[in-house]
């Protein structure tokens, strides 16, 4: 099997509300998705949001990245698919999220030539899956009112953006916490919005009104690992790192001094499936547990992150995978049920999920 076309297709899609964090403000999903054609007529689709804020990409910058590396792909044997990802991650630094684009190509290659859902390919079993949801940043009074809604719609787990103001924080984080029933668990993110004593103070603040919550998601500035450090040593809520780790250089460093309690895998900032498999490696052997999250993603790069969750189930042991959820509609065929809350893999090879509109397409053939 070789390949013989590798094109990209920006997808948009409207979301229910906009998406509002400390770094930015997201009205429509816009992404790129990239189709890998072989000799034997398989095609495998991946795909990647544009994160400026984080991974320094724009749909632009990661079209040209594609293009750049698409050359050396074309033509190559999956005989060797190891030398498939090297090509991808060597043939040009950085670009995190267009590289994972097209290894969930590669991937969903693979296991289509092997006629299994990815997930059984890489080991896995669990096909069930539960997510949180984001409430986005907003007034007080109006994030209360969308994490009632999301109650009723079956989450038990919400994740409140955060990041702005600490005064104003703790205000919205209590207001939420008292306007919910006992049981639903709060996740708290602050997109790097906050210094570590803001964090501590603010953590302490609300911990001595009962509300512990089940983690605080990358509080300080992502260079920033003393900060984390100190913050998880001052507070109950446990310290999940973000924007601090990329790679695994990043997260051994945050390991080995003992500076987070939980660790967020995503694919776009890894650069795809094969160094977030390595990463939930990295961090068992550390005993920490991780979540997988995803940027504002599209179904197939989602449906990715739950084939790699499956895979690596005894670790990564919470998920935020509710960019889905988020979306008012998407183009794209999915195999993988998306039933807000409960998301769930099939039997279809590959991973289950590919485009059905095309728009702004480019192309590489051999």
């Known amino acids: 099997m070789k390949i013989t076309t590798i094109t990209t297709q920006v997808l948009k899609a409207p979301l229910k509300t906009p998406f509002v964090t400390s770094l930015r403000r997201v009205e429509a999903l816009e992404d790129v998705v990239v189709c890998i054609g072989c000799d034997n007529g398989l095609v495998g689709y991946g795909e990647g949001a544009p994160t400026p804020q984080i991974t320094g990409e724009t749909i632009g910058s990661m079209r040209a990245a594609i293009d750049f590396i698409a050359p050396h792909l074309m033509g190559r044997s999956f005989d060797d698919f190891e030398q498939l990802i090297t090509i991808v991650h060597r043939t040009i630094k950085h670009n995190t999220t267009a590289k994972s684009a097209l290894e969930i190509a590669l991937y969903d ?4 030539a092997d006629q299994k859902p990815l997930y059984q390919l890489l080991g896995g079993r669990q096909t069930l899956f539960k997510t949180d949801i984001t409430i986005s940043m907003n007034e007080t009074s109006t994030m209360v009112a969308d994490a009632k ?3 009723a719609l079956g989450y038990e787990t919400l994740k409140i953006k955060i990041g702005q103001s600490p005064t104003l924080d703790a205000k919205r984080i209590t207001h ?17 919005g906050w210094s570590a004593q803001e964090s501590i103070s603010l953590l302490q603040q609300i911990e001595a009104e009962g509300i512990v919550a089940e983690f605080i998601e990358q509080p300080v500035a992502a260079a920033d690992k003393e900060g984390l450090k100190a913050i998880k040593e001052a507070v109950k809520t446990p310290v999940l790192a973000d924007e601090s780790v990329f790679s695994l250089v990043d997260a051994q460093t945050l390991l080995k001094m003992e500076a987070v309690d939980y ?25 920490v547990s991780c979540m997988l999250g995803c940027m504002l993603e599209g179904p197939i790069s989602v449906a990715a992150g739950l084939h790699v969750a499956s895979a690596k189930a005894e670790i990564i042991t919470m998920l935020d995978l509710d960019a889905v959820a988020l979306l008012a509609s998407h183009p794209a065929h999915s195999e993988v049920v998306f039933n807000e809350s409960e998301m769930k893999l099939t039997d279809t090879a590959g991973v289950g999920v590919w485009p059905t509109k095309k728009d702004s397409p480019t192309a590489f053939h051999l």
């Open 176 to 192: 939420i916490a008292k306007a919910l029933p006992s049981h639903i668990s709060l996740r708290l993110d602050a997109n790097q």
């Open 263 to 287: 660790i967020n895998i995503k694919l776009a900032k890894t650069g795809g499936i094969t160094q977030a498999l390595e990463l939930a490696n990295l961090c068992q052997s550390y005993g």
């Open 149 to 151: 809604k999301a109650v």
């Open 109 to 112: 290659l693979l296991a289509k």
